[in-house]
């Protein structure tokens, strides 16, 4: 569930001045019908000195005299109803009081105009939000109490050292999707992962979420910089939050790479739905994103994949290999920022074609400005490499080695320069995502 999604509904008072809008209507179109010199019976006081009661009368007067014959009613009224606007009778028809339950009925609707039925309206304040992660921190505490869970110190340890084991992927999707139903199907694939955890200075508990997706039933693929954070914490334990509000713990960490920065999970808990990799891409193939960037509540964008590149660490290894593999970079025209990593990236059929990692600002000229932002996304190719290595204890072990390894000892800098201006690792900027405390 969205911090900040909200169901529609039907406001009372947009509700009761639809109604109201629709009563004058009425009355104004027998008005109409009726004549536009009417005037009140038997009534001495000339229509200017008229009070506001005579015009209630003429209200009711008009509603009861359905049945009464025009020519015994001429002259019934000495109030000139001038200053109420005439209708053609074949629309006032429709809204005249007899067909009130069309009426509510058209009024039910009518604010929720606006957009479709199925489509969320966000709220963007920080109370939301707040409220939103109180909510999910008690549910979490809940189900980690019902799960195996592992704690911060556990998890730790399987950073070092894996438990992998096997998982099959879903096939991939092949019918073309409109932008709406891509934009659906992101936003209930799309998790909110990261840390429920308390921190060094107080005994409360916090969550500090990203983004991730579900590749297998119970598991699911996010950024290593989410897994390794360095976020310092006393206590805390993985959650995946699906856009229901549904809460799974992680139970396992199966395989990582930091070079990669990818981190498959296994979960306990709830159960999500598990999303297609296609690696079947090329320049120029189109691109969308759901994500939560600084903040910004159920962000989606549409782009194209701009290019593919080897990051600036590659080596010249076996391009075959999946230590070569681990350096593969996809450059997105998608929008995300800070707490969109480890989002999934879809295709037009809605399959996963990579997920954000980076991102980073190339400046220039005399005032240094920012002429260019790149957005660095983990090919799908990579994860389905590390999948297929799964059943290969050994090689999961060398590979998060290898990974710690590269990310202490670097054999070129990652520091920008004129070769490399654009190396600025998001894990620099994405350490709490929403702000976390």
């Given amino acids: 569930m969205s911090p900040s999604y909200t169901p529609n509904k039907i406001p009372t008072p947009r509700l009761l001045t639809t109604l109201g809008t629709f009563a004058i209507l009425a009355v104004a179109s027998k008005a109409w019908i009726l004549e536009s010199d009417l005037t009140l019976h038997n009534r001495t006081q000339s229509p200017e000195n008229a009070s506001l009661s005579s015009y209630f009368q003429i209200i009711i007067e008009l509603v009861n005299a359905e049945s009464t014959d025009k020519s015994d009613r001429s002259n019934a009224y000495d109030i000139p109803l001038s200053g109420l606007i005439p209708f053609p009778p074949a629309i006032m028809s429709l809204i005249f009081l007899r067909h009130l339950p069309f009426l509510v009925l058209i009024s039910i609707c009518e604010p929720v105009l606006a957009q479709t039925a199925g489509t969320p309206i966000f709220e963007q304040s920080g109370a939301a939000v707040k409220k939103f992660q109180d909510e999910m921190i008690q549910k979490a505490l809940v189900v980690r109490e ?60 916090h969550i500090n979420l990203a983004g991730g997706y579900s590749i297998a039933p119970n598991v699911i693929a996010t950024c290593d910089h989410i897994l390794a954070t360095k976020t310092k914490m006393r ?32 979960l306990a808990g709830a159960k999500f739905a598990p999303v297609p990799l296609n690696a079947d891409v090329e320049q120029g193939s189109l691109s969308y994103c759901f994500s939560y960037p600084l903040k910004q509540q159920g962000y989606f964008s ?32 998608n929008d995300w920022a800070p ?14 074609t990579g997920h954000v990692s980076t991102i980073s600002g190339l400046s220039g000229g005399k005032d240094k400005s920012t002429m260019i932002t790149l957005h660095e996304g983990i090919p799908a190719r990579a994860v389905q490499a ?35 201006p654009e190396i600025e690792e998001m894990p620099k900027t994405e350490e709490n995502p929403e702000g976390g405390e």
């Fill in 386 to 420: 590390l999948v297929a290595a799964l059943d290969k204890p050994q090689e999961i072990a060398r590979l998060a080695t290898f990974s710690d390894i590269i990310a202490k000892n670097p054999v070129t800098t990652d520091k920008p320069s004129k070769e490399n």
């Fill in 146 to 205: 019902k799960v195996p869970a592992i704690n911060k110190a556990e998890i730790d340890k399987q950073i070092l050292a894996p438990l992998p084991e096997p998982i099959k992927l879903p096939t991939a999707l092949t019918k073309e999707l409109s932008p709406e139903d891509i934009a659906e199907h992101a936003r209930k694939s799309n998790l909110r992962v990261g840390y429920c955890y308390k921190c060094m200075n107080c005994e409360k508990w």
């Fill in 339 to 352: 707490g969109s990593s480890g989002s999934p990236l879809f295709d037009s059929a809605g399959n996963v």
């Fill in 302 to 333: 549409a782009g194209i994949i701009n290019r593919f590149y080897w990051h600036n660490r590659y080596q010249d290894q076996d391009k075959k290999t999946i230590d070569a593999l681990s350096y593969l970079r996809l450059n997105y025209s």
């Fill in 235 to 266: 206590d805390g334990f993985i959650v995946a939050i699906d856009h229901t509000g549904n809460i799974a713990c992680g139970v396992a960490i199966l395989a990582r790479n930091a070079t990669m920065d990818v981190a498959i999970i296994k």
